[in-house]
């Protein structure tokens, strides 16, 4: 059972800025995942917002998040991390990381969110002035 654990959520103020991190255990290679981000906001189905290849490639999930929404991976520290700008009150959800199979790729759309096999607990992200 892979544990992925999500961090950095919290209250921050319309256009603010979040970094999140997504923290694999210690006895697992990072350099063997794709790594996905989706967020579930209140009475809503989750979303795909993107997910990072091994190499570092990116796969946005949806368009709109394009501008605001970036991630990046840190394979020595075990660690994603995704960026969130401007933050708006519409960004207000719980963020999970989650990982294919290893070695697989980041499906292509965030549809295929069954293609993500372990998935962390998630972090709150609450945007509200």
């Known amino acids: 059972q892979l544990l992925l654990v999500e961090s950095g959520g919290g209250l921050v103020q319309p256009g603010g800025s979040l970094a999140l991190s997504c923290r694999v255990p210690?006895?697992?290679?990072?350099?063997?995942?794709?790594v996905g981000w989706f967020r579930q906001a209140p009475g809503k189905e989750r979303e795909g917002v993107l997910c990072i290849g091994r190499a570092g490639g990116v796969t946005y999930y949806s368009d709109s998040l394009k501008g605001r929404f970036s991630v990046s991976r840190d394979d020595s520290k075990k660690t994603v991390y995704l960026q969130i700008n401007s933050l708006k009150p519409e960004d207000t959800a719980t963020y999970y990381c989650?990982?294919?199979?290893?070695?697989?790729?980041?499906?292509?759309?965030?549809?295929?969110?069954?293609?993500?096999?372990?998935w962390g607990q998630g972090t709150q992200v609450t945007v509200s002035s």
């Open positions: 210690d006895d697992i290679t990072l350099t063997s995942y794709a």
């Open positions: 989650a990982t294919p199979n290893p070695i697989r790729p980041c499906p292509p759309t965030g549809s295929d969110s069954d293609q993500f096999v372990y």
